[in-house]
């Protein structure tokens, strides 16, 4: 996903591997893109080999100096291959963990199981809330003009975790008619 994100965004414009960093930063793209921060330099050295992006000015700032990127047409068409197998991969994600996890539930006390589950809830709260503020400061930094394909992403991700969330209140609920 790296690729796709970094040459998507350097299609859009000219930027250096720290304009790309700090733009999937804000926009959180390692919850929601798998995308590794620290990568995104790598990703660029390996694409400019390869001949999909090219340095195309280097910027003096203070007392350092950044390389700018920009997509080359070869890069373009790659681009356009990498959009095409992310569409068609199935992205059905199924909690794997925590359904193992529950297939063995009788293997701990009512109350250490409890107890696990509302972790789990306190997590799913932990991530919507943080999926929400993420949310709040792109639609600021996008001056509430967030596009509606990115609006439906959100809104995918919001529903996501709050089927998560019910799943375990419905876990939670049966332990109690268990006992």
Same mark, same amino acid.
């Given at each position: 996903?790296?690729?796709?994100?970094?040459?998507?965004?350097?299609?859009?414009?000219?930027?250096?591997?720290?304009?790309?960093?700090?733009?999937?930063?804000? +926009?959180?793209?390692?919850?929601?893109?798998?995308?590794?921060?620290? &990568?995104?330099?790598?990703?660029? $050295?390996?694409? /400019? *080999?390869?001949?999909?992006?090219?340095?195309?000015?280097?910027?003096?700032?203070?007392?350092?100096?950044?390389?700018?990127?920009?997509?080359?047409?070869?890069?373009?068409?790659?681009?356009?291959?990498?959009?095409?197998?992310?569409?068609?991969?199935?992205?059905?994600?199924?909690?794997? +963990?925590?359904?193992?996890?529950?297939?063995?539930?009788?293997?701990? &006390?009512?109350?250490?199981?409890? $107890?696990?589950? /509302? *972790?789990?809830?306190?997590?799913?709260?932990?991530?919507?809330?943080?999926?929400?503020?993420?949310?709040?400061?792109?639609?600021?930094?996008?001056?509430?003009?967030?596009?509606?394909?990115?609006?439906?992403?959100?809104?995918?991700?919001?529903?996501?975790?709050?089927?998560?969330?019910?799943?375990?209140?419905?876990?939670?609920?049966?332990?109690?008619?268990?006992?």
């Amino acid at each position: 996903m790296t690729r796709l994100l970094v040459l998507g965004m350097l299609d859009v414009q000219p930027m250096s591997g720290y304009d790309i960093q700090q733009a999937l930063q804000m +926009t959180d793209a390692e919850r929601w893109g798998g995308v590794l921060i620290g &990568s995104i330099y790598h990703a660029l $050295k390996k694409m /400019e *080999q390869e001949g999909y992006v090219a340095v195309t000015s280097i910027e003096q700032t203070g007392h350092r100096q950044k390389a700018v990127y920009s997509i080359t047409g070869v890069g373009r068409t790659y681009l356009q291959t990498l959009i095409k197998d992310a569409l068609k991969v199935s992205s059905v994600l199924y909690p794997s +963990t925590l359904y193992s996890g529950l297939s063995f539930y009788e293997k701990l &006390s009512v109350d250490e199981c409890r $107890k696990a589950l /509302e *972790q789990q809830r306190n997590a799913l709260k932990d991530e919507y809330d943080a999926v929400k503020q993420g949310f709040k400061a792109k639609d600021a930094a996008m001056n509430h003009k967030i596009p509606p394909m990115v609006m439906l992403i959100m809104d995918n991700m919001f529903s996501i975790i709050k089927q998560q969330q019910d799943f375990v209140d419905k876990a939670l609920a049966l332990l109690d008619t268990e006992h």
